[in-house]
């Protein structure tokens, strides 16, 4: 059979919104400058979609930042990889910055996080070695796996019996060069429950084993500092391998891992994704600087962020709307599990209420579940909350009544 004529046969999970939802429920056109307030199809709307959680995006010094950076450095240097000619005194300044904001001695910068963190999984376990991760991680960690050479158990999502049961079983069967490695987040991004950190991390009494965490939703907007979910959790010095990424919190693309430097040493020659591929644009790397410094320097932006989801959180609660037991500005709003439902929902909210809000479902999510998921940002305002509020007590009765008859069923 032609292959091309295969795929048409075999959409994928996600293939039936992009072909009857496409520009709407997938791949939705949001314009205008980055904020709560975009437009979408030419209207003016409130967004929950994006990550920009500190609202640094659209800041005026990160824009004129921008601006003299590219006018600077153009947006092709430095041409190669790093390790061949794509190297500078911006990319090594920023690594100390980043290993600084996250209490580690080294970091390396990736420059994409899906791929990097891929490649980190892959360079740092061989065939003699046991990989364990939980059941609900990222895809990119997932991918990771697939591509690793050592022997993979999964573990129940958040489960610390499920986890140890795995660690036992490592354990019994490790010859001497054999290690572990276990992965999980620091925030799973879709629920926005937090990772087990300190329950995992006081495994390490009983088996030996590293510890690499995803802290993807974490850095920037948990802990005192932003220093992410080990620190909001009282035990980041257990987190052996800490990964960020510039896609939330920074409003960028490039991410890093932080670790010891023996480690950093190690995967600069052996993570392929670094070494086989060009890196990041210097406008891309001087603007990370004066982003993580304006983080540094603005702790209020968090804690606005924590006090806009915790009005938006109590008032969906009030409203009768299941949230989750989310630990983090990732807030998800239990559906009844259709996706119909789930589409319906989002053009009301889009067309009627002037909300912008975006479905989750398989595979992002396990089969089954699907959420519309909210994410607070710094700079969303009381009438922002107020207005979303609302448009969630006017859909109660398509959004609810469903969720109810499933439950009662
Ligand atoms: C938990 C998690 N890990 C990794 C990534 C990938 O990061 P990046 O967008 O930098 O490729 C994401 C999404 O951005 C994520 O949510």
Redesign the pocket.
Known sequence: MDLFDKLEGRPGPLGQFTSDGYGYYTFPKLEGPLGPEMKFNGKDVVVWSINDYLGVGNHPRVRQVDKEAAEKYGLSAPMGARLMTGNSDEHEALERELADFVHKPEALLLN???QG?MSVIHALVDRNDFLIYDELS?A?IVDGKQLAMAEKSVFKHNDIESLEKQLKRASSKLKPNSSILVVT?GVF?MTGDLGKLEEIIALKEKYPFRLLV?D??GFGTLGHDGSGAGTQLGCHEGIDIYFG????AVAL?G?FVATEPRVIEFLKANARSQIFAKSLPLPIVVSARERLKLIRENPQWREKLWENTNKLRSGLLNLGYNVLPSESPVTPVLTSGSTELCKTIMRVMREEHGVFVSGVAYPVVPKGMVLIRLIPMASHTDEHIEKTLNAFEAIKPIALEKLEEKISA
């Open positions: 994409f996080g899906y963190i990222h990119c987040e991004g995803d993807a939703h990424t510039f896609a939330k693309i991410a």
